[in-house]
């Protein structure tokens, strides 16, 4: 069934350092990664998405890579601030046209200052 | 910046009771969604809504559960009956369009069933 796998659970990182998050997912025919961010109480609010069409996508500190054939997407945060410090959740678009989102299991971020 | 509203932020039912969770999509959008979110688990699709019917639905909204439009405005998910394992933050998402766009979620509505 459709699937998306995300690691690490939890990553815990020094101000200025770089984060990795790596998701994989499992219908060939998703065209559509959104990564979300998601605060204590909050709804997920997206920081940045990448279409099947591009292979990488930068945002300021924030980038996002594709690898298609692979299918795993990446992001990453570069210069971390104690204010990235949430919950992130990698997506892929569903099977049919609904536009449902499936999501990974979300990976805890903690930047120390 | 345009959000989606939704009430109230907690709820809390006895078992076996009915809730209606509200939600104010944006203006201009015509797909709607509720995701439910177990405390400290991944956030999952429950149904998408479109044109005044359901698209798509999950395993999980069985007949417990239900949706509407009922005014044209407001989005509505009930649920009849509820269980202990309803509780659960419920989020509701709307889009503009349903594919390669970004679905815009509310704040969510803690559902504690005792």
């Given at each position: 069934g459709e699937n998306v796998e995300q690691h690490p659970s939890t990553l815990s990182v020094q101000e200025g350092d770089s984060a990795v998050i790596k998701c994989t997912y499992s219908d060939s025919a998703s065209n559509y990664f959104p990564w979300y961010?998601?605060?204590l109480g909050k709804g997920p609010q997206l920081i940045i998405d990448?279409?099947?069409?591009?292979?990488?996508?930068?945002?300021q500190r924030i980038a996002v890579t594709l690898n298609k054939t692979a299918k795993h997407f990446s992001l990453h945060i570069t210069e971390t601030q104690p204010e990235d410090s949430a919950v992130y959740f990698c997506a892929s678009h569903g099977s049919g046209n609904t536009g449902k989102l499936i999501f990974g299991q979300g990976t805890t971020l903690q930047v120390k200052p | 910046e345009p959000e989606v509203t939704q009430t109230p932020s907690h709820q809390v039912t006895q078992m076996g009771q009915e809730v209606i969770l509200r939600c104010v999509p944006i203006s201009n959008h015509l797909?709607?969604?509720?995701?439910?979110q177990i405390l400290g688990q991944k956030v999952e699709f429950l149904v998408s809504f479109y044109n005044n019917e359901i698209s798509e639905k999950s395993e999980i909204f069985d007949d417990q559960f239900s949706v509407e439009r009922p005014d044209g405005s407001n989005f509505t998910l009930k649920i009849r009956s509820t269980k202990l394992e309803d509780?659960?933050?419920?989020?509701?998402?709307?889009?503009?369009t349903p594919m390669n766009t970004e679905a815009f979620f509310g704040q969510g509505t803690r559902l504690t069933v005792v």
């Open positions: 961010k998601q605060e990448i279409r099947s069409n591009v292979g990488e996508k930068k945002d | 797909y709607f969604y509720w995701y439910r509780s659960a933050m419920y989020f509701c998402a709307t889009q503009g």
